[in-house]
Every structure is written in structure tokens, then in C-alpha cells.
């Protein structure tokens, strides 16, 4: 026998979650931190997709960003510097019921936990990770972090730094199994939902890069691009993200992108005049790790016996 | 260890055969020409005479060591006796060689009995290369003036009749010599053959099953001696493993899913078998970039909800340290293996020490309270790894297993296991969370709390490593500072009120009691045991927790006259010139034991890579006793 319609409304509403249900905390970010604005990006995403908060997983290292997961009324892992990404991996693995993001720092994904960013794009499992990249390190106090724009004066570079910026676009989408690659402005609310809402359907690993402003270290580093609009470079294509009629008032340069083309993408990525804002690289095909290794064996104290047996028989004398 | 020299009749051929109680034997090569295959093989024949075994591995540091090199052997050393054997004892009684390099590297190390038996390959009297073959005679003759009895032993030249490339074939020719030598059954040893190339074609298992029978033809014709070890068979069924498949068996055995790893010596091992056999049961190993990924990927599985093992061994025992520390804080379930070998930093990786006990105990930076548990036999490692699983659960807690080098690549027999239904972890929790229930909800005598895990309706909360309150939320109030210390150090005492003391090996009181943990109870209590048929009051007690240390320890050593520890790993000589009381280093566990119980305790440690011989133990407890 079916539920009755009423029913099933009622039951609707009951599973209907407002903004408020996925809060949590006051967040102790600067004023004007970027970081303000991906909270507010992802907790419209959860309402939006309904994402039962008992079944999301916030995973993040340690930094600003980091705090991220505090601020839900989700399952949250704060962890340690650097090691979000396996982190998030292992919770995947035992649990591929689990919607699982990932929040990380430049300082905490491109330095401290390079190797593992790295090889998280290769596992690509279907993680969505957020890059806060704000260019700085903020929590420890002002010293330059791999995004740091060459000749950044900070604590440890009081006469500028000293390299080149880290790009960690080309470097994401130069790895193998690399599945989906997009850039986010924390000023642009309406690309930055976007963006984040795609990141989060896609299946695999998801890396969004969110250029952020940190009000009080680096005050002036994205300044250019935020007053001029036309540095900004919408992307748009029809297998990706479309430019919205008041976007286009204001941001009159796009791009039309076709998010399977690497070799576009990369073009797009090393462009550092302009901050490209969209998504560079897509493929639905590349299998997630996850699937790879899971079997179809379903397992029951049965089986544990059974497969221990059989290898005690190997070994008996 | 007597040899009894009683001829016995031999059931086939003409001659007697000596009885003995047991002998120690070695095969060895360059790296590979399969000794390590011939001695596994021989020590799985025996096992199924049912004679008690204990194999170690020779190793070279190399994969590819040069050829016919002193630091090069390859191979196995298996002590096969009559009854029980729990250690590699003392020296070998008899050695087969491919080449006399690869012995005199034994020879120099000591390892060999004054007068064993040497059955040498002969090929390199005659080799092409004078070099090659004076350096043969020169060692035979050196040998031979030693005192050790030589049989020069064709085996090139034999095996050639059999096979195109005799340097694939010798160990299995080689293990027919030993099975005529010791009065093995050769249809057994043709079953081992069948089983050990069990994944190879049946043409590859009958060239091997001809060698071997060679090799027993070879013996019977030109051997003027043959041993007789007689066997005790036992009723109840055995298997034969070494301590890596053991804790790999254990792993499945304890219900967990999951393993990440990273390839380390001489934990790998555990990990290739898992990788072969755990999907079977729905299990994945997961080879990670690194160690540091390794523990934060079984942190994040076990944090979702399923109990993860990752193994190790001490250098990347060392790159986990912080997360360990953040399961710790956050008390997340993890179980640890590390698997010690010689240290610091890259040492000896192959060779065995119990140089990480003070590091596992105390490792990660604060207190971190974790739970250590050592097996001491191979047995154990299969039954630490399960115990250890329920303790992180229960607990919530990290558990590190230690065991070593010797115990990873020893193979003993040992009752088989009978599976229990309570080994397996429960399913995962996914009740709703009663209101108002917090997370961190820590009782206020056993500093427990129960977990919320992910998919838990209500339980919604963010675990930190940074310091928290019962609600998990990040706090620097003093007070709940203290509050959390004490709640995670509590659930060590919680866990030290459920055990027993350990046992007494021997009287419960006497002269001097010897203390040791991990591997070397066998050699141990091989040495206790002579001693206490001489008469003497010597006893010695097992640790198997080291952290928290079970109760009733103070009161066991307090019924000693002397308390000694002995140890692989480092103390200093209380005869060097600059060393005294107020400077001398002691071994881990007499430290661990002098400062918690404030109880003189000596040590007496040897750090030699290997397994220390019972003989020497003797003698060391002999010059306590006499102090």
C-alpha cells in the first residue's frame, strides 16, 4: 500500500531545511574575510540540495579555512596542518554514504600538504575540496604562503618574497585522473554559488580554487582585479556554467570554454593577467578510487570465517 | 643440548640413524638461488613430522648484493627439535652453502657450532677463474683446519643432469639432502613441494619433486651420518606462520576493512599478504603516499565509523607521530603496528631491536596516553591484533602493537585458531543521538565517553585536535584543559583495573627475576628454565601491556633478590670508564619499571641485529646471580 499524498507532503516539509538548519556558531573570521562569503556559498548549497546534515562531512586541516567546519551543523573533522585530504579520503573509503567535503588553506593544501594534494587528485574520489587561497598565511600571522605573489613583504619576507607564486591550476590539472578544476572569487557571490553547486554534482574529486581576500594581511593583493572587472574572464560553455544576464552587466569579458578541452584549460590557467572564473576542466569519466576498490562482496561475519579458514588451511600442518 | 647418540634402526637404507633432541640448521646462498624456498620448505616438512620449529630469516641488506660476497647470504636457519622451540637458540650444528663466501660471513659473525657439519657446493674447485678457485681452497682448507666437518657437495654437477640452469634448481636438491639427513618423509616433503609451487604448472612441481628425490639419492649414496629428531605429534591441528602473516590473519580476523600503509621494512610483508587475501572478505589495503597519509587515512576511516589498522615500522612509526597525537586528542579508534627494526633513523632495516618502546609509550608531543601492547610469540600476534581492535573501540583510544623484526620473519607452529564470533568489530552505529547527549560526555571515574559517529541523526558535532569541551567545541578555558587531560589519561587506569597481573615463569619468588617483553620470551625462559634445572632460584615474568603496565608488578618483583631486564636495545656498560649511577643509561623496560616502582632493577641489553642466543642470556643471569 502507498503513503497517502498528504502524507508524503507532510513528510516533505519535515525534511525541508531552511539556511538556519545548517548553522552553526558565530564565525570568528575578520571582517571582510573571504571566508565569510564560501560559508555563506555552502550553506545555501546544503539547503538547496537538502543534504541531511548527519550524512555531511566537513573535513579540514589547520589555518584559518580551517575553521570552517565549526561554523555547520554538520559533521565536522578539524584536523591537523596539512593532512585534510587524507583525512577526508579514509571517510570516503569506509563510508561512500557520506557527502564529504574538503576545506583547505594555501598554506595547508599547497605547502604543508602538498604530497597529499598531489595524490588526492590522482585517487579522485568523490570529494568536493574547497581551496581558500587568500596568499597568506593568516592564523600564524602574516608570512608568505606558495600563492604569495612574488615580492610579497610579510614576516618572513620583510623585503618581498622571494619566488614566483605557486599555480595551482596548472599544477592540479597537470596530474593524472585529475576529473574537475574550477577558480572562484569571493566577491562574485553568484559565480561562487554556481561554481560550488557544480563542484558538488560532479562525481570525483573536485577541486575548486577560491581566490579570497585576507583583510588583514593582504589587504591590496586582489585589488586590481577587484576594481577593474573587465581583469575578470567569465567562463562559459554549454556542458558547463552560463554567464547570468546581470553578471554580464558587469563582467563584459568571457570566454567560451569547453571544459573537455586540457589544452584550452591550461591556456586559461596560465593566464596571469586575468583570474579566470569558472570551470577549466571537467571529465565525468574518470573512475573514482573509491569505486575501484570497493567490491561487490558483501561482507558478514560468514564470509570473515569462511576467507579465514580458507588461509588457515594454507598454513595448517 | 646433548646429543643423545643413541643409533636407532633407520627405517630405509642401511644406516643408523643418530637420535637427537634437536639441531639447528642453515641453508644459504647469494640472493636468489633460493635458499630462503629450501629452508621455509624444510621448516614446514619438519613442522608436519610434528617437530617443534623456530625459522629465522638471513637477509642482506641488498636486494642484489654482489655474488658470492661475505656480507651477501641469503637463507634461512631453522631450529628443529623434539618439542616445543620458542627461539632461534644458539649456533648452527649444520650448514649447507652454495659458495664458501657466503659461509665464512657466517663463520666470522660466529653463528656457527665449533665442529658443525659444512656440506659445501664443490662446482667452484673447478671454476674457470683461478681467483675463484683459490679462494675456494683457501676457505676449505681454513674450514677444514678449523675444526668443521666438510663434505664438498657436488650439487652443479647433479643438478644439471635434471635441469638447463642449475642455479634455479640446487635448493630444492639441496632440501632432499637435508630430508635424508634428518629421516624426513620424502612423500611429505614431495606434498610441500606441490604446496609451496602450488601457483606454478604441475611441469614446474614434478622438476622440483625430481631434484628433490636427487638430492635424498645423492645423500643416501655419499652421506656416512644420518639424524633422527623424534617427533611428538600433537592431536590438536597446527598452522605454521611467521608474525607478519600473523598480525595480516589477525587484521582479517578482527573485523577490520580497512589497512593503509605505506611499503616500509620489515612491515611490508604483512601488508603484501593482506593486499593478496584481504579483498576476499571485503577488506581493501590501501597503499598510500606516504606514512603521514597512511595513519590520517586510517584515522578518517575509523573516525567514520570502521576501526583501521595501518602497519609500519619505526621510521615511519615516527612520520605518524602527529597524527597520532590528533587521535589521541580527538579519541578517535586506531590501531598501530609497528614493527621495530634497528633504528635510529634509517639503522638496520632488515635486522631485529626493541629500540621503540620508550618512543610508543611517549611519542607525539604532550601527553598523549595510548595503549601498547607487544606480543611476545607469533601465536600472539595473531591474538594482539584482535585484542587490539576492541581496546581502541572500547576505549576509544589508539592501541600500538609492537612487535619486531624476528618475530615478522620467524615462522613457528601453533594452535591453530578457532574463530569466535565476538574477534569480529559490531556493525557501525547509526542510531539517532538522544537530545541533549554531548559528544565528549566524559564519566567522571572512567574518563569514558561514548563516540557519535558520522550518519548518527543528532550527533552532529566537529572533532578538533585542538582543546575541547564535552560539546566539542574548541575551548581555552583552563579548566576544560584539565578536564580533557584527565579524562583521556583516566581511561589508561580504567583500562590497567581489567588486567591481570602477569605471570611468574617459575617460582614466585627467589633469587633473581629476569623481566622482559616482546620477542625474546623464548630465549628468556629457554635460560631460565636450564638454570632452574640446575637448581638454581631464578624466575623471569613476560610483560605483554607495556602501557598501561598491568597491576601486581612491584609486588612480583618485590619477592626477588635481584630484578633484571633484558633487552635489544640500547644501555650502557656500568664497566665504562665514564659510566656510573648518576649517568648510566638504562634499557626501556628497566627504566619504565625503576621509575614507576622504585624498584632496583638491572639490565643486561645486546643490540646485535638478531635475536639474542639463550646461551648468552645463561650466562649473563649466571654473573647476576653471582654479584
Known sequence: ???????????????????????????????????????????????????????????????????????????????????????????????????????????????????????????????????????????????????????????????????????????????????????????IPESLYQIVRAAYEHKGLSFVRILQRCPEWLPKSLEPWMQDPDKIQLLHHENALRVSDQLAMVYKNH??????????????????????????????????????????????????RHGLEHEFDKYAV | VTDSLVATERPTGGRPAIELSEHIVEIISDSGEGAQRCGQSFGSIAARMGNGIWTTEIIPAEIRPPARSVAGASGNRIRVGSGKITNGGDETDLVIAFNEQVLLGRVRDGELKPGATI??????????????????????????????????????????????????????????????????????????????????????????????????????????????????????????????????????????????????????SASHYLSDVFEKVGGIVHQAEDEIAACAFAIGASYAGKCTVTITSGPGYSLKQEAIGLAVMAEIPLVVVNVQRGGPSTGQPTKAEQGDLMTTIYGSHGDAPKVVIAPATIEDCFHSIITARRIAETFNMVVVVLTDASLATSQQPYPRPVFQESWIAPPVDQSPIPAGAKPYDWDATT?????????????????TGIAHDRNSHVAYDPEINMEGLRARSLKLAALQRTLQPPDVFGPESGDLLVVGWGSTKGTIEEAVESLQAEGKAVSSMHVRFLNPLPPGIKEIMQRFDKVIAIETNWSDDPNELIIDESNRRYSALATLLRARYLVDVDCWTEVRGRQIKPSTVRQVLLAKLEK
Open chain 1, 1 to 187: 500500500m502507498g503513503i497517502a499524498a498528504t502524507e508524503c507532503l507532510l513528510e516533505m516539509y519535515d525534511e525541508r531545511r531552511s539556511l538556519e538548519d545548517y548553522q552553526k556558531g558565530v564565525p570568528r573570521w575578520c571582517t571582510g574575510c573571504g571566508d565569510n562569503a564560501i560559508l555563506a556559498a555552502v550553506q545555501r548549497l546544503l539547503r538547496d540540495e537538502g543534504l541531511r546534515p548527519e550524512k555531511t562531512v566537513f573535513v579540514s586541516g589547520i589555518g584559518c579555512s580551517s575553521r570552517f567546519p565549526h561554523y555547520l551543523n554538520t559533521y565536522g573533522f578539524h584536523g591537523i596542518h596539512g593532512r585534510a585530504l587524507p583525512v577526508a579520503e579514509g571517510v570516503k573509503m569506509a563510508r561512500p554514504d557520506l557527502t564529504v567535503f574538503v576545506n583547505t588553506g594555501d598554506g595547508d593544501c599547497l605547502s604543508i600538504g602538498a604530497a597529499h594534494w598531489i595524490h588526492a587528485i590522482r585517487y579522485n574520489m568523490n570529494l568536493t575540496v574547497f581551496l581558500h587561497d587568500n596568499q597568506i598565511y593568516g592564523l600564524t600571522k602574516m608570512q608568505a604562503s606558495p600563492t604569495s605573489p612574488i615580492g610579497t613583504k610579510s614576516n618572513t619576507t620583510p623585503r618581498g618574497s622571494y619566488l614566483d607564486a605557486l599555480n595551482p591550476l596548472t599544477v592540479t590539472l597537470g596530474v593524472s585522473n585529475v576529473s574537475f578544476v574550477a577558480q572562484a572569487v569571493d566577491w
Open chain 2, 447 to 463: 574518563g569514558l565517553a561514548k563516540r557519535f559517529i558520522p550518519g548518527q541523526p543528532g550527533g552532529m558535532h566537529t572533532v
Open chain 2, 119 to 268: 656440506l659445501l657446493e664443490r662446482m667452484w674447485r673447478d671454476h674457470q677463474l683461478p681467483d675463484i678457485r683459490e679462494s675456494y681452497i683457501r676457505a676449505y682448507d681454513r674450514l677444514v683446519d678449523a675444526g668443521y666437518r666438510v663434505y664438498e657437495v657436488p650439487m652443479e654437477t647433479e643438478c644439471r643432469k635434471l635441469v638447463n640452469d642449475a642455479r634455479r634448481g640446487k635448493n630444492m636438491f639441496a632440501l632432499g639432502i637435508l630430508c635424508f639427513i634428518y629421516s624426513f618423509d620424502l612423500q611429505m616433503a614431495r606434498d610441500q613441494i606441490a604446496l609451496t609451487f602450488g601457483k606454478k604448472s604441475q611441469d614446474v612441481i614434478d622438476t622440483n619433486v625430481r631434484l628433490l628425490e636427487a638430492g635424498h639419492a645423492w645423500a643416501g649414496d655419499n652421506l656416512d651420518f644420518c639424524y633422527r629428531i623424534p617427533a611428538v605429534p600433537t592431536t590438536q591441528p597446527h598452522i605454521v606462520t611467521n608474525g607478519n602473516t600473523a598480525v595480516a590473519l589477525g587484521v582479517m580476523a578482527s573485523g577490520m576493512e580497512l589497512c593503509a600503509m605505506y611499503p616500509i621494512t620489515p612491515a611490508t
Open chain 1, 255 to 304: 570566454r567560451k570554454h569547453d571544459p573537455l578541452d586540457m589544452l584550452d584549460a591550461l591556456d586559461i590557467a596560465s593566464d596571469l593577467e586575468r583570474i579566470p572564473v569558472g570551470i577549466l576542466y571537467q571529465n565525468k569519466d574518470v573512475p573514482c578510487y573509491e569505486d575501484t576498490r570497493h567490491s561487490d562482496v558483501l561482507r558478514s561475519d560468514d564470509l570473515v
